[in-house]
């Protein structure tokens, strides 16, 4: 089902309300996918906490330009995940008494792979007993040798657009549409038995953010 939820912020963009069914739905197996726009590296432009819409340019520009910025966020891995973003401003507008420019966004945000097997496999590890038997070791090192947990997040795109305002410099409204596609292929311990439990998930995440300023700079 969608998950509705509804942030505030002040006027630097700090949360300082946050509501609703914001419940993480894969009960923070990802720990945040940056292009999921969960967990602490969403996507450029899905973080209420930080600026709202696209990179701009250092230079000036007008309706009928169009630029491309790369954003690199911290992943999973040691590889960082990089967005590619091509902007263009297609218009001028009024909203609510104030003229905005019009910035349709598409954002590219590439493969991201990684593998948690050795991060678990630490971690259970830890967990085994002190005091084991010879048989006991090379049964529980085989089952680590059995152990994965691959995880991968094919390209993802997310399109949006962005009222500016270009004289108070912020965003007075923007709306975001994305899609990722995750697929995770499992097999760890189960927690009842002990005995090797795999399965393999294939899911599609479809998002619709909306962000409107309810108040800040007026004209």
Known sequence: EPIDVTVVVDEQGNIIHEG???????????GGLGALGSGANPAPGLDPGKFVGPPLPDEEVTVGDTWTDEVETPGLSEDPITTSITSTVTGVEELEGVEVLV?????????IEFDLAEFFAGMFGAMAPESTTPEETAEFEAMMDQLQFLISVDDSTADSTT???????????SETAAASNISMDM??????????SGFVMDMTLDQDVTYRLISGPTG
């Open 103 to 111: 910035i349709d966004s598409s954002a590219t945000t590439s493969l």
């Open 20 to 30: 609703g069914d914001s419940e993480d739905p894969l009960g923070g197996m990802l």
């Open 187 to 196: 097999n760890i311990p189960d927690e009842e038995t002990g005995e090797m």
């Open 163 to 173: 009222w500016f305002d270009a004289e108070a410099g912020l965003a007075r409204q």
